[in-house]
């Protein structure tokens, strides 16, 4: 497994635990921080996985009204907690990271929502982020 694969799936724990456990993001990042400072051969997934928190704490405006403009009659709040992270991971890779191809950003999403969402997850995070990446 590459070390963005890895870092995607820390993104997602930290995303998911944040929502679900109703803390800051920051609260959870800092901890998550915390925790990798103490495990120095897990840094290189660290530190793409805080460039995508980052990045979607930054962008979360952007990143949620591509989500809804594309999810066709979802809204975000109904949206299982997994895949709404997986949808600002994927939506904030496709808008604002060069170095992954959309291709790529759509992929990963996809195929972390099937190994941990629903069984219909991963039709819905495809079709959602396949429609934003039209858009761009």
């Known amino acids: ?13 930290i995303l998911f635990s944040s929502d679900v ?11 998550e921080a915390k925790r990798a400072a103490n495990e120095p051969a897990r840094e290189s997934s660290w530190l793409y996985a805080r ?12 990143i949620d009204e591509q989500i809804v403009a594309n999810s066709r009659d979802w809204k975000i709040e109904r949206m299982p907690a997994v895949d709404r992270a997986l949808l600002r991971i994927g939506v ?6 060069d170095e992954v191809p959309t291709a790529v950003a759509i992929d990963e999403a996809v195929e972390l ?12 995070v495809h079709g959602v982020l396949g429609r934003v990446a039209r858009t761009v």
């Open 1 to 13: 497994m590459s070390a963005r694969t890895k870092a995607r799936k820390r993104a997602l724990d």
């Open 21 to 31: 456990g109703g803390d800051a993001i920051g609260v959870t990042l800092a901890a």
């Open 51 to 62: 460039e995508i928190v980052d990045g979607i704490v930054d962008n979360q405006d952007e």
């Open 92 to 97: 904030w890779e496709i808008l604002h990271n």
């Open 113 to 124: 929502a099937k190994e941990f969402s629903t069984d219909d997850s991963g039709a819905f």
